[in-house]
């Protein structure tokens, strides 16, 4: 099936999860990494679980924050 | 890494980081980084410290998404984030560092702790080490 990734058009496996397409995109750090489906915020618990659709739209973003410690 | 930035866009986000204070003020940064290895920032994002802290800064998820739509509908790639230390020098803090997950940005740095002459650096992080790179504000061209 195709979905999009960071506006790419990719062919996937029928029914890969999110955790699935995190390790097929070797995202770095995916720890901390936030996901958005369809530019819904994706729970973190549900990404071994969650299996992506046909046209949906993924995202990956970086958790950005620092400090003064 | 040479990294440069246009004078209007250091105006924005010191007016920003101004306006913000005493909590530090956060965004993104976007542009392309061109053939002759020089980094070229052509767009700064202005985002919420979720945090409103003086000490810690969070970017809004929501606006970062949006951010990163815009910069691909302008044909930019994120190039890093910035973010203000009102009250200490420009350079990363510890925090900073081991929050800095992306080996591949440039996490730029406004101090203004000095009123009147504030300082902005960039920085490059990996594995909880930060190099400074050379960062040049670059005036418009008539």
């Known amino acids: 099936m195709k979905i999009t990734v960071a506006g790419e058009s990719k062919e996937v496996r029928d029914g890969i999860t999110i955790a699935e397409l995190i390790e097929a995109e070797q995202v770095e750090t995916p720890e901390y990494v936030t996901v958005s489906v369809n530019e819904e915020f994706a729970d973190r618990e549900s990404f071994e679980t969650r299996q992506l659709n046909e046209g949906d739209t993924v995202e990956f973003l970086y958790f950005m924050g620092g400090g003064r410690a | 890494m040479r990294i440069t930035i246009r004078q209007q866009d250091y105006d924005k986000m010191l007016a920003h980081a101004l306006k913000e204070r005493p909590n530090e003020?956060?965004?993104?940064?976007?542009?392309?980084?061109?053939?002759d290895g020089v980094r070229e920032i052509r767009f700064v994002y202005l985002l919420t410290n979720t945090d409103a802290s003086n000490e810690h800064f969070t970017l809004d998820p929501r606006?970062?998404?949006?951010?990163?739509?815009?910069m691909r509908a302008n044909g930019w790639k994120p190039l890093g984030n910035w973010h203000s230390h009102p009250e200490s020098p420009s350079r990363p803090s510890e925090e900073d560092k081991r929050l800095a997950y992306d080996s591949k940005a440039s996490y730029l740095i406004l101090s203004l702790m000095e009123e009147g002459n504030p300082v902005l650096h960039s920085f490059h992080v990996e594995n909880g080490i930060s190099e400074a790179e050379e960062l040049e504000i670059a005036r418009e061209e008539e």
Do not use: F, P, T
């Not at chain 2, 003020?25 to 542009?31: E, K, V």
């Open chain 2, 25 to 35: 003020a956060c965004g993104l940064i976007a542009g392309v980084d061109r053939e």
């Open chain 2, 63 to 70: 606006e970062q998404l949006e951010a990163v739509k815009d």
